[in-house]
């Protein structure tokens, strides 16, 4: 017989978006620049029109039971050049939190999603220190237009893969691939996600935290030391030191100072938790990663079940594992991200159900998991994968720009309905 799960009265049910992924024209963004230049397959142009159609797709959500919602804000729209604000657009997120809230979707607000206001990239961007300053009056400007009317905020999205995207990897601009250069952008980005946490707690009774991708990293080769010396490195790097920053101010890392770690002690005020996958890892000589290199999914990792068209393994243990370690912080948990793009929504709905029951079963150990976003509401631009993948609830045909809920989004909404979820008993071995 299959069990319910009740999820606490208040808990949060939605999905998410970022700007640049589904808005349309963010001609002022670096990315846009980069898209320009030809850097990736193809460019994100008017993506989903979200910017116009945000009513429309708010009434898709409402309907699909959701009472929560998280989307970025545009930093580039709002201050398309340095100290000049666009009222248009400050106006227009203004507009985007009330049309949340008539519908009874509570805002989860995110004040960076990879994308910067081209100026700032032509000022050196991240890499430079200015950035910290500029970053707090941007804060500054969307807690003085939003700060009555938002109560969840993320500051920065994945902090540690934009620094692995963008200067480890140079898969987005400015397409770096330097160590250095990561490594102070890492301290920049604790600078500004520290200020900006005080000027937000300043402005009220805010619960204000980041959306930090949270992976297992596995070594490729289990029974061998240095893929297994390369993997814990990577997740103390990656994982660990940088949340110890954020809760308990300390991490000691090459490249960034302890003023820096010190400051942003305790500005965490719940665990905004991004999941997808796992990595493997191999020890070897990986310049432009980490530590190890990843591997080869098929030949490495005997218990991989299942890849979608990314090349990411689903693996719902892994979240379980992800929710119980991030429980040790003492601190709530809100999931901000967990989806996938597998094309058959049947795979989809089994992906969705298969995280949701590891979630209620570190919930029942214990875990205090405050609420869940799938990603995501829509469709989307996956940054340099362009539009081939399909993470959304709701299938957008790009050409006309018409909307599909899909199968899986209903399945979802009866489980955010309901505010339970039927967990089937165990299997049985053999
Ligand atoms: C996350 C990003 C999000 C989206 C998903 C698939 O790492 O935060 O923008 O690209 O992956």
Redesign the pocket.
């Known amino acids: 017989m299959p069990s319910e799960f009740a999820f606490p009265k208040d808990f949060l049910w939605g999905a998410?978006t970022?700007a640049h992924?589904v808005e349309g024209d963010n001609v002022h963004n670096d990315w846009w620049a980069w898209e320009q230049a030809g850097r990736v397959k193809e460019p994100s142009g008017l993506a989903c029109d979200h910017y116009q159609r945000f009513e429309s797709d708010f009434d898709l959500a409402a309907s699909l039971g959701h009472n929560a919602h998280r989307f970025s804000i545009e930093w580039s729209r709002v201050e398309p050049s340095k100290g000049q604000w666009d009222e248009a657009a400050l106006a227009h997120y203004v507009e985007v939190v009330r049309a949340l809230r008539r519908r009874g979707l509570e805002p989860v607000v995110t004040l960076h999603?990879?994308t910067n206001p081209q100026w700032v990239a032509e000022a050196g961007g991240w890499a430079n220190a200015k950035v910290v300053d500029w970053f707090a009056r941007y804060t500054e400007r969307i807690v003085k237009t939003l700060g009555d009317l938002v109560r969840w905020w993320i500051t920065i999205?994945?902090p540690m893969?934009y620094v692995h995207m963008h200067y480890v990897e140079g898969e987005g601009p400015p397409g770096a691939r330097d160590m250095r250069q990561a490594l102070r952008v890492t301290e920049h980005l604790i600078r500004a996600h520290a200020v900006s946490y005080r000027i937000l707690h300043d402005a009220g009774p805010m619960q204000v935290s980041i959306?930090k991708?949270l992976p297992v990293f596995i070594p490729c080769r289990r029974w061998w030391p240095l893929d297994r010396w390369a993997a814990s490195l990577t997740d103390r790097l990656f994982n660990e030191g940088f949340l110890e920053a954020l809760t308990a101010g300390q991490w000691r890392v090459p490249g960034v100072r302890q003023t820096t770690i010190r400051e942003a002690r305790a500005t965490l005020d719940f665990l905004g938790v991004?999941f997808?996958r796992r990595h493997f890892i191999r020890w070897g000589p990986a310049p432009r990663q980490w530590l190890g290199s990843s591997c080869d999914l098929g030949h490495h990792a005997r218990d991989v079940t299942e890849i979608t068209p990314?090349g990411w393994d689903v693996h719902p243990d892994s979240f379980f594992h992800t929710l119980t370690r991030g429980a040790r912080l003492g601190l709530p948990i809100f999931i901000t991200?967990n989806?996938t793009?597998l094309t058959d929504d049947e795979r989809r709905w089994q992906y969705l159900l298969r995280h949701l029951e590891a979630m209620t079963r570190a919930m029942e150990a214990g875990v205090k998991v405050i609420g869940y976003l799938y990603?995501?509401l829509l469709d989307?631009f996956?940054?340099a994968k362009g539009f081939g993948?399909r993470?959304g609830l709701i299938e957008v045909d790009y050409a006309t720009q018409q909307r599909r809920i899909r199968e899986s989004a209903r399945r979802y909404a009866q489980v955010c309905r309901r505010n339970t979820l039927s967990i089937a008993p165990p299997r049985a071995a053999g």
Do not use: L
């Open positions: 998410g970022s992924q999603h990879y999205n994945e893969v959306a991708y991004n997808y990314m991200e989806g793009c990603w995501s989307n996956e940054w993948p993470f």
